[in-house]
């Protein structure tokens, strides 16, 4: 689905990521841990081209991201979700307004039951017309997550989803991503949580990357 090999990224400075070779293979679950600052959010931008490698190459369902074409562009975008660190809404538009944004800007019809089972499923049926300003944390997150699958992507890509949210609700928001990585979708996670790694690793076979001394690492069982 998505490959790096021998990538680095550097912001100007020196070298933030060094030599990153990884493979997010179809249907795997992965979280992307490492002190704040570590580069988690600039590898999740690599992943999904908003960032183009300045050493390596990065392939997205088999495009080098460098080559990328409109056409590629907008098929990246379809098929993968991601849930940003900073969520942005349009405050003006209510929830389920922004969360079919998606589907609006893409041309696609947003009618029928799909909406509605997405609502649904987050816990935002009851949310549905408020303005994203009424929202609480855990609300926001959930829309975010919807917004992020609306358009049945195949890779769900999450940075620090939890991060504001207290722990009944991150643990909520976790088993969605579990439940969405169970119906076949691949998943990263960035997080500095490792105590809700730990109560992931028993619901589902996650790896986990740990990102230290500019390069990626597959972190042990020492969690
Ligand atoms: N647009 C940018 N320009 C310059 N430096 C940046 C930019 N974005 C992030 N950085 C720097 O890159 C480093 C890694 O940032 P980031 O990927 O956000 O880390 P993390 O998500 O692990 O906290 C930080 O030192 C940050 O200040
Ligand atoms: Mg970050």
Redesign the pocket.
């Known amino acids: 689905m998505i490959e790096l090999e021998n990538v680095a990224y550097s912001?100007?400075g020196g070298e933030?990521l060094s030599d990153i070779s990884l493979k997010l293979a179809a249907g795997s679950f992965h979280f992307l841990t490492?002190p704040?600052?570590?580069?988690?959010?600039?590898l999740m931008k690599l992943c999904y081209g908003a960032l183009l490698p300045t050493a390596g190459h990065i392939r997205v369902f088999g495009a080098d991201v460098r080559e990328l074409d409109r056409d590629d562009i907008a098929m990246v975008r379809r098929r993968v979700g991601v849930v940003h660190?900073d969520v942005k809404f349009l405050d003006h538009l209510d929830v389920s307004e922004n969360i079919k944004l998606p589907l609006t800007v893409s041309g696609r019809s947003s009618e029928g039951a799909d909406l509605d089972e997405l609502m649904s499923w987050v816990g935002l049926t009851n949310r549905a017309n408020a303005l994203p300003a009424e929202l609480s944390g855990g609300e926001r997150q959930r829309a975010a997550l919807a917004r992020a699958v609306i358009m049945s992507p195949d890779v769900v890509l999450a940075d620090e989803p939890t991060g504001n949210i207290d722990w009944e609700m991150s643990q909520r928001l976790l088993r969605l991503l579990i439940e969405l990585n169970k119906m076949g979708k691949t998943v990263l996670i960035?997080t500095h949580d490792l105590s809700l790694i730990r109560a992931t690793k028993a619901h589902v076979q996650a790896r986990v990357l740990r990102?230290a001394n500019r390069r990626v690492q597959l972190a042990g069982a020492d969690l």
């Open positions: 912001y100007g933030l490492g704040s600052g570590a580069g988690k959010t600039t660190q960035a990102i």
